[in-house]
């Protein structure tokens, strides 16, 4: 059992001052006033130090352990090595729930990552799956990003969710002139970031990638159909037009991954969809590809999660940039990387947010002198994952 003290724990209505929180085994069993515990042998005491006590975030939306294994393209390392390192940096985050998001890519005009190969992403995948039965700091997920041109691996994705390796599926189509790259210059800038080409090279890449054969229709139906048999999320990808957002949806998507327009952000809240945005683009000041500003988004009601993408350590800083530079309320932030996220993948009930009965994944984040906020401790499953003293807090 532990006891957590002197901290400000955030529920789903409020702060609670003054409070304590017990733990015993993997769940959370009390919330009462402090110094009403009655301290009975084997109860350890955590000082919470005035900080933050709030539920572990959940990161829906990560390539992160891509870089993890492959940090150089012809460099790929031990892959059980990488899950292992990967969650060590995650719950340093506060990343207490990750959904890995592995790309079922065809090909691409992108520097080659090997841990998109077909051999890799499975291996990566039977990994992923013996962790939710083995030791792990964190709670991992599969998240199957699956690139619709990708036919050959069609049969490989049916099996993976037949095997209950999957837990969220989304449908991507990266192709150029429309979704993320609908302005081809763009995709022509980015094209160029990666390679050494000229404008007739790219403009032929172009007319490639457009006139590439696709999952059809009953394709698509299919494979929605089997997820949602066996209790996946759906999601669709880079959403720019309504017409795409009603197609997606007839399929049974409730994710509206990274719209790319205010317009299309507010259609897909308005159809009952979560709507998701990367933290990145807060810190960054808006997207990257010019597209969706999350933090105007988020202003207008119309983004329900923050993923970290591709750079963990923004979900943290993204929370308190909103709550401090935006203004907005620190309980409804918070929700961004904790309930909502939960709600979407429907984990809601046994994680997300701090409440009797509910999993005990918890952080606890505390502001050192420059008021940079810090996660110094770390609870999963009711287990101390990490406790970082800072001497000058």
Do not use: W
């Not at 022509?188 to 970031?193: G, P």
């Not at 993923?307 to 961004?336: I, M, Q, R, T, W």
């Amino acid at each position: 059992m532990y006891l957590i003290t002197n901290g400000r724990i955030i529920t789903e209505e409020s702060i609670l001052i003054g409070y304590d929180l017990v733990i015993k085994d993997d769940r959370i069993f009390k919330i009462i006033p402090q110094g009403e515990v009655e301290m009975v042998d084997g109860l350890q005491v955590i000082d919470g130090a005035g900080g933050y006590v709030t539920a572990g975030f959940i990161d829906i939306h990560s390539d992160y352990i891509e870089n993890m294994a492959a940090p150089r393209p012809t460099c790929l390392m031990d892959f059980h090595m990488s899950v292992r390192e990967t969650e060590k940096q995650l719950i340093s985050h506060g990343v207490t729930t990750m959904f890995h998001s592995l790309s079922l890519f065809k090909d691409s005009e992108y520097k080659r990552k090997p841990i998109r190969d077909p051999e890799n992403v499975k291996k990566f995948v039977d990994l992923i799956d013996k962790t939710q039965a083995g030791q792990h700091l964190i709670r991992h997920r599969f998240h199957a990003r699956f690139e619709i041109d990708n036919l050959r691996e069609v049969k490989k994705l049916k099996n993976y969710i037949q095997e209950k390796k999957i837990q969220l599926l989304s449908f991507m189509d990266h192709s150029p002139g429309q979704g993320q790259y609908r302005d081809l210059k763009v995709y022509s800038d980015m094209v160029k970031s990666y390679n050494d080409v000229d404008d007739a090279s790219i403009v032929n890449m172009i007319s490639r990638h457009q006139a590439k054969e696709k999952v059809t229709m009953e394709g698509m139906k299919e494979l929605a159909e089997l997820a949602r048999k066996n209790g996946i999320a759906i999601a669709s990808h880079d959403d720019d037009t309504l017409e795409k957002l009603e197609l997606v949806q007839s399929l049974g998507a409730t994710i509206s991954e990274f719209p790319i327009t205010m317009e299309i952000a507010q259609k897909a809240k308005e159809k009952g969809m979560f709507t998701m945005a990367g933290a990145p683009n807060i810190l960054l000041g808006g997207s990257h590809s010019g597209n969706l500003s999350a933090a105007e988004a988020i202003l207008s009601n119309n983004i329900d999660i923050l993923c970290s993408d591709y750079y963990p350590p923004a979900l943290l800083h993204a929370v308190f940039a909103l709550h401090e530079k935006y203004g907005l309320n620190l309980v409804e932030v918070l929700k961004l990387v904790t309930l909502n996220p939960a709600k979407a993948v429907a984990m809601d009930e046994e994680i997300g947010s701090i409440k009797v009965g509910k999993k005990a994944d918890l952080l606890i984040i505390e502001k050192i002198k420059d008021g940079y906020p810090v996660i110094t401790s770390v609870i999963v499953d009711g287990a101390i994952r990490q406790n970082t003293y800072y001497p000058a807090l």
